[in-house]
């Protein structure tokens, strides 16, 4: 089995930044692109930022100049270091791995999804 676990949510005033932090751990061969994802009240969920194995990256538009995403490869661990937050960030934010596993013993493909962390930004 895989977990995804997320931590570094919180409540944070207008301008201001939190660092998430989503580690995986199981019978990991190999995690291809690991994203965030954010869900609002009301609101579809959303792609916010998501990273290949090899580092490469890509933002919404809300959020580009902003938001960083980044990975360490060695603790199966992405980031997403959130700078000059606003209300409208204000959501659950879920963190997703495209991964390989061993499955009885059997490379297998599998997505998995953390159980999301609660971001509220005060204006």
């Known amino acids: 089995q895989v977990q995804l676990v997320e931590s570094g949510g919180g409540l944070v005033q207008a301008g201001g930044s939190l660092r998430l932090s989503c580690v995986a751990s199981?019978?990991?061969?190999?995690?291809?692109?690991m994203r965030w994802y954010r869900q609002a009240p009301g609101k579809q969920r959303e792609l916010v930022a998501d990273?290949?194995?090899?580092?490469?990256?890509n933002y919404a538009d809300s959020v580009k100049g902003r938001f960083t995403i980044s990975r360490d490869n060695a603790k199966n661990t992405v980031y997403l270091q959130m700078n000059s937050l606003n209300p409208e960030d204000t959501a659950v934010y879920y963190c997703?791995?495209?991964?390989?596993?061993?499955?009885?013993?059997?490379?297998?493909?599998?997505?998995?999804w953390g159980q999301g962390t609660q971001v509220t930004v005060s204006s």
């Open positions: 997703y791995a495209d991964l390989q596993m061993l499955e009885r013993l059997v490379p297998t493909s599998r997505r998995y």
């Open positions: 199981g019978s990991i061969l190999r995690i291809n692109a």
């Open positions: 990273i290949t194995s090899g580092g490469s990256t």
